[in-house]
């Protein structure tokens, strides 16, 4: 699929990262045939995951964040910022932990150039793998978990930047700017995303410990329980509540 003739449109992808050398290969290779190019703001990763984003041609940016105050706002206008200097006409925005199903490169062509040309965001749903490469958690807020991540630069907006939250540090603020004309009436695709950071029973561990630190009072995501067990109102009436991905959709992780 070639990407640079001058009736494509020119895809930019942002990635921010943090220590996701585990995932960060398959991530990159889940949308590269279809972007021109990819912009990484890094958050002091101490792994290779810069490394190996360096080492796809298409990575014409990196931003590497040192130990800073936390302020995810702040860090994700940076990275919206670093792709807004490659004049793309479409940006696209993943997180490290996080790749496209492997149908999911037709599907999002064809959601750009036919099914829905004049459309401008587009959210995707996020299916968290847990505990195994062909499994996803459904109950819950994890059956109908959706995240606004690509928009289309039609209208030429100025002073684009991610939008503070409540929470401290800006934890859990958006990944595209909420000023987008369009930003209250996204198109659902039809591509899924897995999330990737709560497929092992540790690497859920850390992560539920990492939000606690942060953000130690926080009542209205129920203090995080659903990050790590079927416990919480985020999580199902019922407890858990699994699917299995089919085998051409499921990768190896090991």
Not at 98 to 107: G, H, Y
Request: glycine share 4%; proline share 5%; net charge negative.
């Amino acid at each position: 699929m070639n990407m640079e003739n001058n009736s494509t449109p020119k895809i930019v992808v942002m990635y921010r990262v943090k220590n996701e050398e585990r995932w960060i290969k398959k991530s990159i290779e889940s949308i590269y045939n279809i972007c021109s190019e990819i912009v990484v703001f890094d958050d002091a990763s101490t792994d290779k995951t810069l490394e190996i984003c360096s080492g796809f041609d298409k990575v014409v940016e990196t931003h590497q964040q040192s130990n800073d105050s936390f302020d995810e706002a702040r860090d994700r206008t940076i990275l919206l910022q670093m792709a807004l200097k490659r004049k793309p006409t479409i940006i696209l925005s993943l997180d490290g932990d996080e790749i496209f199903a492997p149908n999911s490169e037709n599907i999002i062509q064809d959601e750009l150039d036919i099914i829905y040309p004049d459309k401008q965001v587009f959210e995707f749903e996020i299916l968290t793998l847990w505990d195994k490469p062909d499994q996803i958690r459904y109950d819950g807020v994890f059956g109908n978990f959706w995240h606004k991540r690509m928009f289309r630069l039609t209208d030429k907006p100025v002073n684009l930047e991610i939008s503070n939250s409540p929470y401290p540090g800006n934890l859990h603020c958006g990944s595209i700017p909420s000023s987008l004309s369009g930003f209250d009436f996204p198109v659902k695709s039809s591509a899924k995303i897995f999330h990737c950071a709560s497929l092992d029973n540790n690497v859920r561990q850390r992560k539920y410990n990492w939000y606690r630190t942060m953000d130690p009072d926080n009542n209205m995501t129920d203090n995080y329980k659903h990050m790590i067990g079927p416990d919480g109102k985020f999580s199902g009436k019922h407890g858990y509540y699994f699917k299995k991905i089919p085998n051409e959709l499921t990768y190896d992780l090991s």
